[in-house]
Protein backbone atom coordinates (compact mmCIF):
# COMPACT_ATOMS: atom_id res chain seq x y z
CA UNK A 1 0.00 0.00 0.00
CA UNK A 2 1.50 3.39 -1.18
CA UNK A 3 1.65 5.87 1.66
CA UNK A 4 2.18 8.83 -0.37
CA UNK A 5 0.00 9.33 -3.68
CA UNK A 6 1.32 9.61 -6.89
CA UNK A 7 0.23 10.63 -10.47
CA UNK A 8 2.06 9.36 -13.61
CA UNK A 9 2.02 11.59 -17.08
CA UNK A 10 2.27 9.38 -19.94
CA UNK A 11 2.19 11.16 -23.74
CA UNK A 12 2.35 8.57 -26.55
CA UNK A 13 2.27 8.03 -30.59
CA UNK A 14 2.41 5.17 -32.05
CA UNK A 15 4.03 3.40 -28.77
CA UNK A 16 2.45 -0.41 -29.79
CA UNK A 17 5.73 -2.69 -28.71
CA UNK A 18 6.55 -1.42 -25.72
CA UNK A 19 3.27 0.64 -23.83
CA UNK A 20 1.65 -2.24 -22.24
CA UNK A 21 4.71 -3.17 -20.19
CA UNK A 22 5.90 0.75 -19.59
CA UNK A 23 2.30 1.06 -18.10
CA UNK A 24 1.84 -2.18 -16.25
CA UNK A 25 5.51 -1.79 -15.10
CA UNK A 26 4.66 1.22 -12.79
CA UNK A 27 0.70 0.81 -12.03
CA UNK A 28 1.40 -0.80 -8.47
CA UNK A 29 3.51 2.10 -7.69
CA UNK A 30 1.10 4.63 -8.54
CA UNK A 31 -2.29 6.27 -7.63
CA UNK A 32 -3.63 7.05 -11.34
CA UNK A 33 -1.76 7.45 -14.47
CA UNK A 34 -2.74 10.16 -17.18
CA UNK A 35 -2.48 9.12 -20.51
CA UNK A 36 -2.65 11.39 -24.02
CA UNK A 37 -2.43 9.48 -27.64
CA UNK A 38 -1.91 12.42 -29.95
CA UNK A 39 -2.58 10.84 -33.16
CA UNK A 40 -1.44 6.62 -32.94
CA UNK A 41 -2.36 5.09 -36.35
CA UNK A 42 -0.71 1.71 -34.95
CA UNK A 43 -2.31 -0.66 -31.79
CA UNK A 44 -1.65 1.72 -29.36
CA UNK A 45 -5.14 2.71 -27.94
CA UNK A 46 -6.60 -0.62 -27.93
CA UNK A 47 -3.35 -1.86 -26.03
CA UNK A 48 -3.67 0.88 -23.56
CA UNK A 49 -7.69 0.27 -23.46
CA UNK A 50 -7.02 -3.80 -22.83
CA UNK A 51 -5.63 -2.85 -19.53
CA UNK A 52 -8.54 -2.84 -16.98
CA UNK A 53 -7.41 -0.39 -14.76
CA UNK A 54 -9.18 2.18 -12.68
CA UNK A 55 -6.15 4.14 -12.31
CA UNK A 56 -5.71 4.65 -16.02
CA UNK A 57 -7.24 7.63 -17.57
CA UNK A 58 -6.92 7.77 -21.36
CA UNK A 59 -7.35 11.33 -23.72
CA UNK A 60 -7.50 11.25 -27.13
CA UNK A 61 -5.90 14.53 -28.90
CA UNK A 62 -4.56 14.66 -32.12
CA UNK A 63 -1.94 17.10 -32.63
CA UNK A 64 -0.53 18.67 -35.92
CA UNK A 65 2.88 19.95 -34.32
CA UNK A 66 5.34 19.54 -32.22
CA UNK A 67 4.90 22.89 -30.72
CA UNK A 68 1.37 21.68 -28.98
CA UNK A 69 3.73 18.84 -26.93
CA UNK A 70 3.97 21.16 -24.22
CA UNK A 71 0.41 22.48 -23.86
CA UNK A 72 -0.55 18.30 -23.54
CA UNK A 73 2.02 18.05 -20.75
CA UNK A 74 0.70 21.18 -19.07
CA UNK A 75 -2.91 20.05 -19.47
CA UNK A 76 -1.48 16.94 -17.31
CA UNK A 77 -0.07 19.10 -15.03
CA UNK A 78 -3.36 21.12 -14.68
CA UNK A 79 -5.21 17.93 -13.89
CA UNK A 80 -2.89 16.37 -11.47
CA UNK A 81 -4.06 16.80 -7.52
CA UNK A 82 -1.49 14.82 -6.13
CA UNK A 83 1.95 16.21 -4.92
CA UNK A 84 4.09 13.88 -6.73
CA UNK A 85 4.18 13.49 -10.54
CA UNK A 86 6.01 10.54 -12.57
CA UNK A 87 7.14 11.29 -16.22
CA UNK A 88 6.88 8.33 -18.16
CA UNK A 89 7.31 7.46 -21.45
CA UNK A 90 5.85 4.83 -23.54
CA UNK A 91 9.12 3.30 -24.08
CA UNK A 92 10.06 3.32 -20.57
CA UNK A 93 10.13 -0.10 -18.75
CA UNK A 94 10.92 0.05 -15.15
CA UNK A 95 12.20 -3.44 -12.60
CA UNK A 96 10.45 -4.14 -9.51
CA UNK A 97 13.52 -2.97 -7.57
CA UNK A 98 13.71 0.36 -8.94
CA UNK A 99 9.94 1.38 -8.56
CA UNK A 100 10.64 0.02 -5.11
CA UNK A 101 13.70 2.28 -4.43
CA UNK A 102 11.31 5.36 -6.06
CA UNK A 103 9.27 4.72 -3.35
CA UNK A 104 11.11 4.61 -0.53
CA UNK A 105 12.64 8.15 -1.79
CA UNK A 106 9.28 9.79 -1.61
CA UNK A 107 8.27 8.13 1.64
CA UNK A 108 11.22 8.49 3.83
CA UNK A 109 12.36 12.07 2.29
CA UNK A 110 9.40 12.95 -0.09
CA UNK A 111 8.33 15.94 2.00
CA UNK A 112 11.40 17.69 1.38
CA UNK A 113 12.17 16.55 -2.21
CA UNK A 114 11.70 18.38 -5.11
CA UNK A 115 12.38 15.57 -7.33
CA UNK A 116 14.11 12.01 -8.09
CA UNK A 117 16.61 11.35 -11.09
CA UNK A 118 16.29 8.64 -12.44
CA UNK A 119 19.10 6.68 -14.39
CA UNK A 120 18.77 4.57 -17.52
CA UNK A 121 19.60 1.91 -20.02
CA UNK A 122 19.56 2.79 -23.70
CA UNK A 123 18.68 -0.13 -25.55
CA UNK A 124 20.38 -1.32 -29.02
CA UNK A 125 18.69 -3.85 -31.27
CA UNK A 126 16.91 -5.69 -27.68
CA UNK A 127 16.75 -5.72 -24.08
CA UNK A 128 20.22 -7.35 -24.23
CA UNK A 129 21.83 -4.82 -25.05
CA UNK A 130 22.73 -1.19 -24.10
CA UNK A 131 24.51 1.99 -25.15
CA UNK A 132 27.76 2.56 -23.65
CA UNK A 133 27.70 4.95 -20.65
CA UNK A 134 29.97 7.63 -22.33
CA UNK A 135 28.02 7.79 -25.81
CA UNK A 136 25.18 10.83 -25.78
CA UNK A 137 25.76 10.85 -21.92
CA UNK A 138 24.76 14.40 -20.69
CA UNK A 139 25.52 16.72 -17.21
CA UNK A 140 22.88 16.80 -14.45
CA UNK A 141 23.10 18.36 -11.16
CA UNK A 142 26.86 17.80 -11.95
CA UNK A 143 26.91 14.03 -12.04
CA UNK A 144 27.63 12.81 -16.52
CA UNK A 145 25.51 10.10 -17.46
CA UNK A 146 22.43 8.34 -18.72
CA UNK A 147 19.50 9.69 -16.79
CA UNK A 148 16.58 12.38 -16.54
CA UNK A 149 14.35 14.01 -14.13
CA UNK A 150 11.12 11.76 -13.87
CA UNK A 151 9.61 12.48 -10.56
CA UNK A 152 8.82 15.97 -9.63
CA UNK A 153 7.29 16.91 -6.41
CA UNK A 154 5.29 19.62 -7.32
CA UNK A 155 4.45 21.28 -3.85
CA UNK A 156 7.87 22.02 -3.33
CA UNK A 157 8.23 24.08 -6.54
CA UNK A 158 5.92 26.85 -6.68
CA UNK A 159 4.18 27.97 -9.90
CA UNK A 160 5.58 24.68 -11.40
CA UNK A 161 4.28 24.85 -15.13
CA UNK A 162 5.70 23.45 -18.60
CA UNK A 163 7.60 25.94 -21.52
CA UNK A 164 8.90 25.47 -24.61
CA UNK A 165 9.06 23.35 -27.48
CA UNK A 166 9.51 19.72 -28.03
CA UNK A 167 12.03 18.19 -27.90
CA UNK A 168 13.32 20.83 -25.47
CA UNK A 169 10.07 21.49 -23.17
CA UNK A 170 11.04 21.56 -19.43
CA UNK A 171 9.27 22.00 -16.37
CA UNK A 172 10.03 25.39 -14.70
CA UNK A 173 9.06 27.52 -11.46
CA UNK A 174 7.38 30.76 -11.02
CA UNK A 175 10.76 33.04 -11.48
CA UNK A 176 10.51 31.03 -15.05
CA UNK A 177 13.88 28.71 -13.87
CA UNK A 178 13.99 25.49 -15.45
CA UNK A 179 14.18 23.06 -12.59
CA UNK A 180 17.66 21.29 -13.59
CA UNK A 181 18.91 24.60 -12.41
CA UNK A 182 17.64 24.49 -8.63
CA UNK A 183 19.14 23.46 -6.29
CA UNK A 184 20.76 20.04 -6.80
CA UNK A 185 20.65 18.79 -2.56
CA UNK A 186 16.22 18.69 -3.37
CA UNK A 187 17.18 15.74 -6.27
CA UNK A 188 17.91 12.38 -5.91
CA UNK A 189 19.50 10.15 -8.33
CA UNK A 190 18.36 6.20 -8.26
CA UNK A 191 20.99 3.72 -8.08
CA UNK A 192 18.76 1.38 -10.39
CA UNK A 193 18.05 2.19 -13.96
CA UNK A 194 15.22 2.22 -16.08
CA UNK A 195 15.10 0.04 -19.51
CA UNK A 196 14.88 2.48 -22.21
CA UNK A 197 13.90 1.29 -25.86
CA UNK A 198 14.30 4.64 -27.38
CA UNK A 199 16.64 3.35 -29.99
CA UNK A 200 14.28 0.26 -30.87
CA UNK A 201 11.71 0.07 -33.00
CA UNK A 202 8.72 1.12 -31.07
CA UNK A 203 5.82 0.57 -33.54
CA UNK A 204 4.04 -2.56 -35.52
CA UNK A 205 3.96 0.18 -38.51
CA UNK A 206 7.53 1.07 -38.02
CA UNK A 207 6.75 4.59 -37.12
CA UNK A 208 9.66 5.82 -35.46
CA UNK A 209 11.85 5.24 -38.71
CA UNK A 210 10.58 8.53 -39.72
CA UNK A 211 7.94 9.84 -37.55
CA UNK A 212 8.82 13.61 -35.97
CA UNK A 213 7.56 12.78 -32.98
CA UNK A 214 9.90 10.14 -32.41
CA UNK A 215 12.78 11.57 -33.96
CA UNK A 216 14.18 8.84 -36.09
CA UNK A 217 15.61 7.51 -33.13
CA UNK A 218 16.38 3.78 -34.26
CA UNK A 219 20.00 2.96 -34.26
CA UNK A 220 21.83 -0.04 -35.47
CA UNK A 221 24.76 -0.36 -32.67
CA UNK A 222 27.06 -3.14 -31.08
CA UNK A 223 26.91 -1.85 -28.20
CA UNK A 224 27.94 -3.23 -24.29
CA UNK A 225 25.58 -6.72 -23.12
CA UNK A 226 23.56 -6.23 -20.22
CA UNK A 227 25.38 -7.16 -16.67
CA UNK A 228 24.52 -10.49 -16.30
CA UNK A 229 23.90 -10.52 -12.66
CA UNK A 230 21.44 -7.82 -13.59
CA UNK A 231 17.19 -8.61 -13.95
CA UNK A 232 15.58 -7.76 -17.03
CA UNK A 233 12.32 -5.98 -15.36
CA UNK A 234 9.72 -8.57 -14.58
CA UNK A 235 6.99 -7.38 -16.77
CA UNK A 236 8.85 -8.68 -19.78
CA UNK A 237 8.69 -11.72 -18.39
CA UNK A 238 4.73 -11.56 -17.12
CA UNK A 239 2.02 -13.39 -18.98
CA UNK A 240 0.13 -10.76 -21.78
CA UNK A 241 -2.26 -10.64 -24.22
CA UNK A 242 -1.36 -12.61 -27.45
CA UNK A 243 -2.25 -8.67 -29.23
CA UNK A 244 0.89 -7.68 -27.42
CA UNK A 245 4.00 -7.81 -28.84
CA UNK A 246 7.04 -10.38 -27.10
CA UNK A 247 9.51 -8.10 -27.16
CA UNK A 248 11.93 -10.40 -25.71
CA UNK A 249 13.38 -12.14 -28.66
CA UNK A 250 17.38 -11.34 -29.45
CA UNK A 251 18.42 -9.14 -31.80
CA UNK A 252 18.73 -11.10 -35.50
CA UNK A 253 22.68 -12.59 -37.01
CA UNK A 254 21.64 -9.34 -39.99
CA UNK A 255 21.55 -6.63 -36.81
CA UNK A 256 24.96 -7.96 -35.52
CA UNK A 257 26.51 -8.05 -38.83
CA UNK A 258 25.47 -4.71 -39.95
CA UNK A 259 25.83 -2.99 -36.63
CA UNK A 260 29.50 -4.83 -36.60
CA UNK A 261 30.29 -2.81 -39.72
CA UNK A 262 28.91 0.57 -38.78
CA UNK A 263 29.73 0.86 -34.79
CA UNK A 264 33.56 1.19 -35.94
CA UNK A 265 32.30 4.10 -38.51
CA UNK A 266 30.59 5.47 -35.48
CA UNK A 267 33.18 5.49 -33.46
CA UNK A 268 35.71 7.50 -35.27
CA UNK A 269 32.99 9.87 -35.95
CA UNK A 270 32.47 10.01 -32.28
CA UNK A 271 36.63 10.74 -31.59
CA UNK A 272 36.90 13.43 -34.35
CA UNK A 273 33.62 14.99 -32.96
CA UNK A 274 35.99 15.36 -29.92
CA UNK A 275 39.25 16.72 -31.35
Not at 29 to 53: A, F, L, Q
Not at 122 to 142: K, M, R
Not at 177 to 206: C, W
Amino acid sequence: MLKVKITAHMLVKNEDRFVWYAIKSILPYIHKIIITDSGSSDNTINIIESIRDSKILINKKRINTTNEIAKIRQDQLNMTETDWIWIIDGDEIYPDYLCREIKDYIEIEGTNLEGIVVRRFDLLGDIYHIQSENVGSYILFGKKGHHVIRLINKKNIQALHVEGIFPYEGYYDKNGQEIIFRNARKYRFTKGRLFHAMYLIRSSNGGNLGDTFHRNKYKIELGNKMPADLPIPEVFRSKRPEFVPDVTKKRPVNYELLASVITPVKMIKRKLALL
